[in-house]
T-cell receptor
Framework: KQEVTQIPAALSVPEGENLVLNCSFTDSAIYNLQWFRQDPGKGLTSLLLIQSSQREQTSGRLNASLDKSSGRSTLYIAASQPGDSATYLC?????????FGIGTKLQVIP | EPEVTQTPSHQVTQMGQEVILRCVPISNHLYFYWYRQILGQKVEFLVSFYNNEISEKSEIFDDQFSVERPDGSNFTLKIRSTKLEDSAMYFCASNLAGRRSTDTQYFGPGTRLTVL
């Protein structure tokens, strides 16, 4: 059974700081890993999707890495902005189903 | 930009009643999904649907749940006899090439279901 852990549960940083969010998982038999953003009371917005065969993906100020051997993924956010404040979820696309982490709640302070 | 829409945004029902949650996926997408998120808990996969049939379902998706694509645009989730523990936010998602692909899933804003 896939277990997904996200650390830290919450993070507060000053604007402009670079930060790293962590996601660890127990089963490396996956099709892909996806990072989502969830704003309060809203749906999920896909940020980055990394295929099982890939090591990283980049989009603007975001960079996500995947290390299946260690069961870890990181989401790096450069030069954080107040608009980045949200909950960030990682989701493992496994062979049987998608498994989500509970998320890291990020607050970027102006 | 095309988006997934869901109605209603909030549904309140009595325990034991049937509810139908509606979703309009992005028009050219072929794969459709339902997820739920109980307050304060993880998002959980319920079911995926392709070519007018269920392609995958989780252990949560028992006989109380059913999905249907009644016409060319809507995708519905029915809960036959709601229980208190069905109270959650229900998200619909869609994509073009299935969840095993590199094709991202697009999520709707969710329907908050409250069972009293």
């Amino acid at each position: 059974k896939q277990e997904v852990t996200q650390i830290p549960a919450a993070l507060s940083v000053p604007e402009g700081e670079n930060l790293v969010l962590n996601c660890s998982f127990t089963d490396s038999a996956i099709y892909n890993l996806q990072w989502f953003r969830q704003d309060p009371g809203k749906g999920l917005t896909s940020l980055l999707l990394i295929q099982s065969s890939q090591r990283e993906q980049t989009s603007g100020r975001l960079n996500a890495s995947l290390d299946k051997s260690s069961g870890r993924s990181t989401l790096y956010i450069a030069a954080s902005q107040p608009g980045d404040s949200a909950t960030y979820l990682c989701a493992l696309g496994g062979y049987q189903k998608v498994t989500f982490g509970i998320g890291t709640k990020l607050q970027v302070i102006p | 930009e095309p988006e997934v829409t869901q109605t209603p945004s909030h549904q309140v029902t009595q325990m034991g009643q049937e509810v139908i949650l509606r979703c309009v996926p992005i028009s050219n997408h072929l794969y459709f999904y339902w997820y739920r998120q109980i307050l304060g808990q993880k998002v959980e996969f319920l079911v995926s649907f392709y070519n007018n049939e269920i392609s995958e379902k989780s252990e949560i998706f028992d006989d109380q749940f059913s999905v249907e694509r009644p016409d060319g645009s809507n995708f519905t989730l029915k809960i036959r006899s709601t229980k208190l523990e069905d109270s959650a936010m229900y998200f619909c998602a869609s994509n073009l090439a299935g969840r095993r692909s590199t094709d991202t899933q697009y999520f709707g804003p969710g329907t908050r279901l409250t069972v009293l």
